[in-house]
């Protein structure tokens, strides 16, 4: 996994509620089309799984549909925004400690009632 900042180059919507975004930072732990980033955003506690469209150089493209308050939000996001952007290179760690969260926040929230 990587974490870093990336600064939205373009946003044109492709439809009413398809969007291509285009970002650029450092793209060093992208392998290609298809790899997920995790995107943060303010105000939601986990963060958005994208899949990434194209990579070229520094900057990447991702196409994502509005479906709910986090795609609302980035799809009111302007250039010259930046987004706090997770590579993920490791989908299986990644699976592993979201399970681990989940079960983390069950045996918590029993415990709160």
């Given at each position: 996994m990587k974490q870093g900042l990336f600064t939205i180059t373009e946003q044109v919507a492709l439809t009413a509620t398809v969007y291509r975004m285009r970002l650029k930072g450092d793209t060093s732990a992208v392998t290609g089309p298809g790899q997920f980033v995790n995107?943060?955003?303010?105000?939601l506690y986990l963060r958005r799984p994208i899949s990434v469209n194209d990579c070229v150089g520094d900057e990447l493209t991702i196409i994502y549909?509005?479906?709910?308050?986090?795609?609302?939000?980035?799809?009111?996001?302007k250039a010259?925004?930046?987004?706090?952007?997770?590579?993920?290179?490791?989908?299986?760690?990644?699976?592993?400690?979201?399970?681990?969260?989940?079960?983390?926040?069950?045996?918590?929230?029993?415990?709160?009632?």
């Amino acid at each position: 996994m990587k974490q870093g900042l990336f600064t939205i180059t373009e946003q044109v919507a492709l439809t009413a509620t398809v969007y291509r975004m285009r970002l650029k930072g450092d793209t060093s732990a992208v392998t290609g089309p298809g790899q997920f980033v995790n995107i943060l955003l303010d105000g939601l506690y986990l963060r958005r799984p994208i899949s990434v469209n194209d990579c070229v150089g520094d900057e990447l493209t991702i196409i994502y549909k509005v479906v709910g308050s986090g795609t609302q939000q980035m799809s009111e996001m302007k250039a010259g925004e930046k987004l706090d952007v997770l590579v993920v290179t490791d989908p299986l760690r990644i699976a592993f400690y979201y399970i681990l969260l989940v079960i983390y926040r069950q045996q918590n929230s029993l415990f709160s009632i």
